[in-house]
């Protein structure tokens, strides 16, 4: 499980993104490579990491859920998720 200030500072990050999304994109537009390298740089959205909702795993995401692949499972195998079952064949 990740850290609170890890999750925290992607959270903030994910704000950054939101605020400044606007702006970003008509510097982009007209050109304006200076005013754009003067905005924060957590404000790119290049910078944001997809995390599960649920422990902050940062690796094997699922996007399609939200969450990383051991959340999944654990889940799955109990009937969390509906829709979900164990394949066999």
């Not at 993104?17 to 790119?44: F, H, I, M, N, T």
Request: aromatic fraction near 6%; include cysteine.
């Amino acid at each position: 499980m990740a850290k609170e200030g890890v999750k925290a500072r992607e959270r903030k990050r994910a704000q950054l993104v939101a605020r400044y999304a606007e702006k970003r994109a008509a510097l982009k537009a007209a050109g304006d490579w200076v005013a754009l390298d003067q905005l924060p740089k957590a404000s790119s959205p290049v910078k944001l990491h997809n995390r599960c909702k649920l422990t902050g795993r940062p690796r094997g995401y699922m996007r399609q859920f939200g969450i990383s692949r051991v959340t999944f499972r654990e889940m799955a195998l109990a009937g969390k998720i509906p829709g979900v079952k164990k394949a066999s064949w």
